[in-house]
């Protein structure tokens, strides 16, 4: 019959590492097929207007914008500065680049409260952790908000478990091993007695 050995550190760590792994990658799959994009911003009225996302339009006015967040990159090719802009709205956020068609509209959004073009902005009384529940893209639908926080909430878990878990098999704690080695050093030799010494004697004479 063949034996199973037992389960070692090693091998308990690299599975949960690889479950982690597992499940983080079908998490980002999932989000990624419920994104919803942006084909275009139109300016209806002062203050007014209408974000045509894949799922239809949604209205956003002035006074729904609540936080502002601007990045600055390169582009890939040319190399020409690229801004980003990140717009929390209490309809979801808009994610706009300057290298959309829509960015001109964007950007009258973004100065209609912003007059100063700073790089964050927010509303009065209004934090960061105040528009964590507005952090999806707008034109979500309803029914697949809570689930999309579930997976958003899920990633930080594997995140930290995963973590835990390398930082424990790239340096485990072999304390149990110490603590043996440190034993076996301070375990007394038993005395050996006269008899034990002539037997000695005479098993080395025998030998010369």
């Known amino acids: 019959m063949r034996q199973h050995k037992p389960l070692s550190r090693e091998r308990i760590a690299g599975i949960i590492i690889y479950f982690c792994l597992a499940l983080m990658i079908l998490s980002i799959i999932l989000i990624k097929v ?5 084909v275009n911003v139109e300016a209806v009225d002062r203050g007014l207007y209408t974000v045509i996302t894949q799922n239809g339009p949604v209205n956003v006015t002035s006074d729904d914008v609540l936080r502002i967040e601007r990045t600055y990159t390169k582009a890939a090719i040319s190399g020409s500065p690229v801004e ?5 709205t209490k309809k979801g956020f808009i994610y706009a680049a300057s290298t959309d068609s829509f960015y001109e509209s964007t950007r009258q959004l973004i100065n209609s409260v912003d007059f100063y073009g700073l790089a964050t902005w927010e509303r009065d009384n209004v934090t960061w ?5 507005y952090g999806y893209a707008i034109g979500t639908p309803a029914d697949h908000i809570s689930f999309l926080f579930f997976l958003l909430s899920l990633q930080y878990f594997l995140l930290s478990v995963g973590g835990l878990t390398l930082a ?4 485990p704690l072999r304390w149990k091993e110490i603590v043996e080695e440190d034993e076996e050093k301070i375990i007394p030799q038993p005395n050996k007695s006269n008899e034990d010494y002539l037997a000695e004697e005479q098993l080395s004479a025998v030998a010369k």
Not at 84 to 88: G, R
Not at 129 to 133: E, L
Not at 168 to 171: G, P, R, S
């Open 34 to 38: 419920m994104d919803v994009r942006v």
């Open 84 to 88: 980003l802009d990140k717009i929390y």
């Open 129 to 133: 952790q105040s528009v964590q529940p």
């Open 168 to 171: 424990v098999l790239i340096f």
